[in-house]
């Protein structure tokens, strides 16, 4: 399989951004949609709710029941389990995608589960490499 540049975005930086360029791939890749957004400001090719973390982990993330060393841990399991980080690799190489851009909505970009998949879909590519 192909290589693919993986890039983050904020959906709040991408509003009225228009749609893709030629060979990016933009997926939405958190389980709810980002409050206050109209679906028609925000230029994706995908919503995948199955790449994002479980409502259970996201909400002991947010809520402070754990750091985000053991959500990064737990939401890794939780992907390796469920195959999403694969088949989300694997949809957007169908697309004939070359830039797979991970669109989140979380104001921390530091801690944002968009990371922990963007590792998951390296691993992914180095596993088959």
Partial sequence: MSALRIDLARVHDLLDAGASAPGEHRVLVDRLWP????????????????AAPSTDLRRALHHGEMGFEEFTARYRRELDASGAARALRERALAAGAEDLTLLFAAKDTE????????EALEDCERAEG
């Avoid at 409050?35 to 199955?50: N, P, V, Y």
């Avoid at 801690?111 to 963007?118: E, Y």
């Fill in 35 to 50: 409050r206050g957004i109209s679906k028609t400001r925000l230029a994706l090719d995908e919503w995948d709710r199955d």
């Fill in 111 to 118: 801690h944002t589960h968009a990371l922990v998949l963007r």
